[in-house]
């Protein structure tokens, strides 16, 4: 993937076609600020969630671990979404042992998510992972590249422009 949409839309077909969950999504981490980025299904309220607040989407982010709740009417921390969710699994995409984004899945079924659900949701959280770390290391090396060329632009002028007094001079 070249991009982070092209990356979560990848990442959410596999969510919708192996786990089959009706409604999944990406919220990205900005500060203290979690914001829905990508979403599959059923869009979520709001699309925005303080990191230190209430949702079980926010706790993994907080708390850099996988949060699964197979009946939410039982747990207090629920945010309720438009979709009539009864299970929830939320898990958090670490770089460097800091939560970047949470991918959220939802269903209106109860008891919905197993342990295979949540091996699979892992293993896609640390491939975006793994994937955001790359394309940022090659967007740092992109400008690092452009700023070598400008600075030898700039040398190269600077020498051209020293010929032309040299040459003026004399």
């Known amino acids: 993937s070249n991009s982070l949409e092209e990356l979560l839309e990848y990442t ?11 409604f999944s999504g990406y919220m990205r981490r900005e500060g203290d600020m979690l914001f829905g980025f990508q979403m599959k299904g059923a869009p979520l ?27 939410t009417r039982e747990d207090p921390g629920f945010v309720k979404s438009s979709a ?31 342990a295979s659900h949540v091996s699979l949701a892992e293993i896609l959280a640390v491939n975006v992972a793994s994937n955001l770390q790359r394309m940022w290391r090659e967007e740092a090396t992109m400008d690092t590249e452009r700023r070598v060329i400008v600075e030898r632009e700039r040398a190269e002028q600077a020498e051209k422009l020293e010929e032309m007094k040299t040459g003026f001079i004399r």
Not at 13 to 19: K, L, M, S, Y
Not at 107 to 113: N, Q, R
């Open 12 to 22: 959410l077909e596999i969510i919708d076609e192996v786990i089959q969950v009706p």
């Open 45 to 71: 309220l709001g699309l925005k969630l303080q990191v230190n607040g209430k949702g079980l989407t926010a706790r993994a982010a907080r708390e850099k671990r996988t949060i699964l709740v197979n009946d």
């Open 84 to 114: 009539e969710s009864l299970s929830n699994l939320a898990i958090p995409v670490l770089v460097d042992g800091e939560t970047v984004g949470v991918l959220n899945m939802e269903s209106p079924e109860l008891g919905f998510f197993d």
